[in-house]
């Protein structure tokens, strides 16, 4: 098996506990339309993480609402979507282990963070919680996961055999595998992961100590 070299994160539900944050700001945008297109709303966030907010909003309005949103209407629900999570994520609390697992991961790998976020904005939360200086690179919305597993490819040489990804969704999932790149799920209430799948309640669980990094 080759050497690892580099390591990729999402963030949401994989460094802090936040994914409930995000869901309670789609539930309360959505509330005007009934209780039935907000449960639609949410079940469809937590099946379907990973996925930019600008992406969803296009998909509940067109799907649930028979309406078509132009760029300012999305621009805007974006803006006001991050008005509503970005001091509550900055606040959130870490993933058990999360904090220090990434800073002693710092000493001998590069890190990544890969999420379905705005990219300005993932960086700055990172900023405010003092972990930018763990990491490589940043990226997030509007790039896909696959396109930035394929961008550090490419602006670092790393072979994707020989990076790791830790993600809990079905989105993180899949692109790694798409990419041939390693997988460990991070456990999560709303994720199934397929059977065989490399999976950790957190970074406290003993299981990490068995992954060969």
């Given at each position: ?108 790998y590069m890190q ?17 919680r003092k972990l ?69 309640n957190d970074f ?10």
């Amino acid at each position: 098996m080759n050497k690892i070299k580099a390591i990729i994160y999402d963030f949401d539900g994989v460094i802090c506990d936040s994914v409930n944050v995000k869901t309670e700001a789609f539930g309360e945008m959505y509330a005007q339309y009934g209780k039935e297109i907000q449960k639609k709303v949410i079940d469809y966030h937590l099946s379907h993480g990973g996925i930019s907010r600008f992406e969803k909003f296009k998909y509940y309005h067109k799907t649930f609402l028979g309406k078509e949103l132009d760029d300012k209407q999305v621009k805007d629900m974006g803006d006001y979507f991050s008005s509503l999570v970005l001091q509550k994520v900055i606040d959130s609390p870490f993933i058990p282990g999360a904090d220090l697992f990434i800073s002693r991961m710092a000493n001998n790998y590069m890190q990544f963070i890969c999420t379905g976020t705005p990219e300005k904005e993932i960086k700055k939360i990172l900023d405010k919680r003092k972990l930018t200086d763990y990491f490589t690179n940043i990226y997030g919305s509007p790039q896909t996961k696959k396109e930035i597993i394929q961008k550090i490819v490419v602006d670092y040489s790393i072979p994707t055999n020989e990076m790791i990804f830790f993600g809990d969704a079905l989105t993180d999932y899949d692109a790694a595998l798409h990419e041939n790149v390693r997988f460990i799920g991070v456990r999560s209430f709303h994720t199934s992961f397929p059977l065989g799948t490399n999976v950790i309640n957190d970074f406290k669980d003993t299981q990490l100590q068995m992954i060969d990094l």
